[in-house]
């Protein structure tokens, strides 16, 4: 398999916290920028934030100041600290490479994503 593995998804009260992780494996993944995105349902998927290979972080200016990309090169991970949930947080959320800061996704597959849900 070379497509991404999420986790760290669930049901979160408005304010609360979550932390994603997405095991980027069996790509050059130090080499490759990378981005997270989130799908509402019946709405397209969006970019949250990037990482480039270099470690330089941009967001999206609906979660700025709220939000944390980051990443591990030695363990092929990138992890997405989310705080002060809101519900429109609320989206399945996916990585993926990217083709440059807040760029759009580079990688052929996607994975499953996970899931987070922000009540009210």
Known sequence: QVQPVE???GLVQAGGSL???CAASRIA???NHMGWFRQAPGKQRDLVATITSYGVADYADS????FTISRDNAKNMVYLEMNSLKPEDTAVYYCNTVSSRMGWASGRYWGQGTQVTVSS
């Open 7 to 9: 986790s760290g998804g």
């Open 19 to 21: 932390r994603l992780s």
């Open 29 to 31: 993944f130090s080499a």
């Open 63 to 66: 979660v700025k100041g709220r």
